[in-house]
């Protein structure tokens, strides 16, 4: 029978009605409503009165709304910097609260009623470049130039080489990184002894040593297959060490020809060849399962950064001693082939349109005082970006990480291009992973690389980063 | 309409329209406003581009890519689903012996119904999370440790699932990984929306027909199916939907969010990169009112063509 009474609301109707209604909560609506923001509304900063011991003008009885990325070196450290500014404010309410998800909880706020202090770290961060270019984070010059808390000098006397640096973009310090991160290739300190095996310091040692190691039955070296971040540090390191400085200068910077300059194509071929002569643990693992296959003893090495330590303290299996080495150059050809890739990581930043930037500020004086600083080795085991933290730490991570900064030239191993351009960070990540699973040559990596990086360079609508040192 | 009820109707509608337009339409507006903007997200600085965020989309090679793989699910998915929910539909249903009772399903199908209905009580992400363990790519994997043991797969060459971009019929293996727990996840719902549609065809017709000697499969394509057809054409559309997102699997499970090197790329992992990645959410926006767009003109053509005379009983 047809629709003879249309105004009858039969089965077909309601169904054809139901579907068109479900158009309303399907996937193409969650995606419209999650680009939309809202109006936004004024920041009311009013300072109190200023002085040595506050430098900002922090008022009394006023908040300050704190957020800390909750990862791999957890919260507590952030509590104990909690303590030290309380312990000095006690009048100034911190309302500190962590989460994993930074962008997604923060981002929607930015433009309105931000939080005053957001730890912008992890996977889910904000992109760093938008977040400058789009003035919506507050530069911290003032910062580095007030007297740090609990030693002599400002506070940018207190800080290891490189925090300074990294937190600065288009010449103004915006990120104060709170950790200070060594990357390199971990392996068991207590295994290498018992087989008598010394930690290479080129590929050819490393390739020497590598049928030894499969021999006892262990994978030589485990990676993570899934974010392509992980292998990027060491192939970069690896490109820095062989190519040296200016060459990966020249990469950021977007110049011609930057990815075939000369010792790039070697670094990436020593790293085609270990995956070629099958020296990888086989399956795609991610960060911790490659971890948990290192400490299960099926893999020797491991490149890493040292918050390894804290992540992975609950299923450290005892007598292991994990260590860390820099990571491997090519050998005699090498123009940089001692500098250590090193940084400060893990970056606080104040939002332009925060409430109450004093109070953040000032705790980002207690967060790098000498007491905060030091807790925060104590509860991590790794350092912080404040000098001499680590000094009163027993710990094997921490001490081997320690013994390379201390014998690394002053020059750090640091690249900026995935900072600078989002579009370079994606395709370097697929091309690392590409390059780890044999996919694609060491040249294929280079040239596909200049591709992007060529694009990059003609597109307009990206504004383009430079950098010196 | 009699007078006063439409005071009565209005005055219960009022607030819930209300909440719905400032809620839900509001926010389409305003992602529409901002498609034609160049708007990068943080701040409150915005210009005017006009259409040119549109025209940028035709050219784009990774919306390209991505489309066409949300093409290869829109196929894929509803297809598979259905011919798996029907399937288990029928045999829940009538699909057993005939006796003095009348036509039932399977022994059991009371048990199996609620087994197969159970992935619909998880969120996506704990079936993704749970099939990332299921496909894991070592021997600790459930699928790879169990082929590893019975010396089907080679532990040195394990299967890589999400994380094989290989092609297989033309299309990359990571797709068709994540297809198999599409429609795993999918197909109890609609078993059981095929089943009430089911239980609601009078049994008399399936007993004259299997009296007239009509085989199971002559029941199911002569009977069951033409009469469950507005049910179907239903699904077909809910699953087209499912299809066009795809998101939670493609975020939790696929290397890179859309990886390898791009081979599981979709629409909505290509907008999120867009928006929170590159800063560019006028862009973004752009993208998903075209995906709007395409999802509506879908539905509607797809509800057209599927309409016809109907029978009633």
Redesign the interface.
């Known amino acids: 029978m047809a629709d003879t009474n249309p105004a009858d609301l039969n089965r077909r109707t309601l169904l054809r009605r139901a579907a068109a209604a479900g158009l309303l909560v399907t996937p193409a609506a969650g995606l419209l409503s999650a680009c939309a923001g809202s109006e936004p509304s004024k920041s009311t900063d009013t300072g109190g009165s200023k002085s040595a011991d506050n430098p900002f003008g922090v008022k009394d009885d006023s908040a300050v709304k704190v957020v800390i990325f909750n990862g791999g070196l957890g919260d507590q450290w952030a509590k104990e910097d909690q303590a030290v500014f309380t312990a000095k404010h006690p009048k100034v309410t911190v309302n500190m609260s962590s989460t994993q998800k930074i962008k997604t909880e923060e981002q929607p706020k930015m433009a309105t009623q931000p939080s005053d202090l957001v730890m912008n770290s992890g996977a889910d961060m904000m992109d760093i470049s938008t977040l400058v270019n789009e003035g919506a984070i507050e530069p911290l010059d003032d910062l580095l130039k007030a007297p740090a808390w609990d030693s002599e000098g400002t506070v940018a006397d207190s800080l290891l080489p490189g925090t300074v640096e990294d937190g600065t973009f288009q010449d103004k310090f915006y990120v104060v990184n709170v950790a200070f991160t060594v990357w390199g290739n971990w392996y068991n300190g207590a295994l290498f002894d018992k087989e008598g095996w010394q930690p290479p310091k080129t590929f050819d040692d490393f390739f020497a040593l590598a049928p030894k190691i499969k021999a006892k039955g262990i994978a030589p070296y485990v990676h993570d297959a899934v974010h392509g971040y992980y292998p990027r540090w060491a192939l970069m390191a690896t490109i820095w060490k062989s190519a040296g400085k200016q060459a990966v200068v020249d990469i950021d910077n977007l110049k011609e020809n930057a990815w075939k300059a000369d010792g790039v194509l070697p670094a990436l071929q020593a790293w085609e060849k270990l995956v070629k002569d099958k020296l990888l643990l086989p399956g795609n693992l991610n960060h911790t399962q490659s971890q948990q296959a290192w400490l299960d003893g099926k893999a020797a090495f491991i490149q890493v950064g040292t918050w390894l330590k804290n992540e992975m303290a609950a299923t450290i299996p005892p007598g292991f001693e994990m260590k860390l080495s820099d990571y491997w150059g090519l050998g005699a050809s090498d123009k940089a082939p001692d500098d250590v890739f090193a940084g400060a990581g893990e970056g606080l930043v104040v939002p332009s349109k925060a409430p109450n930037k004093a109070a953040a500020k000032e705790f980002l004086r207690a967060v790098l005082s000498k007491a905060g600083s030091a807790k925060y080795a104590e509860l991590t085991k790794s350092l912080a970006s404040t000098k001499g933290s680590g000094d009163n730490v027993q710990d094997s991570a921490l001490t081997t990480a320690n013994e390379l900064m201390k014998n690394a030239p002053k020059t750090l191993i640091k690249t900026k291009f995935w900072d600078f351009y989002a579009d370079l960070d994606k395709e370097s990540q697929n091309l690392s992973e590409e390059l780890m699973a044999g996919r694609i040559t060491a040249q294929q990596f280079v040239d596909k690389m200049q591709a992007a990086a060529d694009k990059v360079a003609k597109d307009s609508s990206i504004q383009k980063q430079t950098r010196t040192a | 309409m009699r007078h006063g009820v439409a005071r009565f109707v209005t005055g219960f509608l009022a607030l819930p329209v209300a909440l719905y337009l400032f809620y ?1 339409v ?3 507006a ?3 406003g ?2 034609l903007t ?8 915005q210009n005017f581009v006009g259409l040119d965020n549109y025209v940028r989309l035709l050219s784009d090679e990774l919306i390209r890519k991505a489309f066409w793989h949300n093409v290869f699910f829109l196929v894929t998915v509803p297809l598979f689903t259905i011919a798996l929910a029907l399937f288990l539909a029928f045999l829940l249903n009538v699909g057993g012996r005939e006796d003095r009772a009348g036509i039932r399903g399977v022994f059991g199908s009371g048990f199996y119904k609620i087994i197969f209905f159970f992935p619909q009580v998880l969120s996506l992400v704990v079936i993704a999370v749970m099939w990332q363990q299921i496909y ?6 459930l699928i ?1 440790g169990l082929l590893i043991k019975v010396g089907l797969v080679d ?4 299967i ?2 999400t ?1 094989d ?1 290989e092609p297989f019929l033309g299309i990359p293996a990571v797709l068709w990984w994540l297809l198999l727990i599409a429609v795993w996840s999918g197909a109890g719902f609609y078993m059981v929306l095929f089943s009430a549609a089911m239980q609601s065809i009078p049994k008399d017709i399936y007993e004259a027909a299997i009296l007239d000697g009509a085989s199971r499969l002559h029941t199911f394509f002569r009977i069951t199916l033409p009469l469950l057809r ?2 179907i ?2 699904a077909w ?2 699953l087209g ?2 299809a ?2 795809m ?1 939670a699997l493609v975020f939790v499970m696929t ?2 969010q859309g ?4 081979a599981s790329e979709i ?2 992992s290509v ?1 999120n ?1 867009t ?7 006028g862009y ?2 752009a ?3 075209a ?2 767009i ?3 003109l879908l ?1 509607a053509a797809q ?1 057209r063509i599927t309409r016809r ?4 009983f």
């Open positions: 839900v509001w926010p389409f305003q992602a529409a901002y498609s160049d708007w990068g997200g943080y701040s409150d600085r894991r790519s070592d021997n600790q994997g790879n532990a040195d060459n394990p890589a699932f994380a971009p507005d049910t054409s239903v559309v809910y939907f499912i066009l997102d998101y290397p890179s990886g390898p090197d791009h629409f909505a907008l990169f928006a929170f990645q590159k800063g560019q959410f973004a926006c993208m998903g009112v995906l709007a395409f999802t509506i539905a509800l005379e109907r029978i009633e």
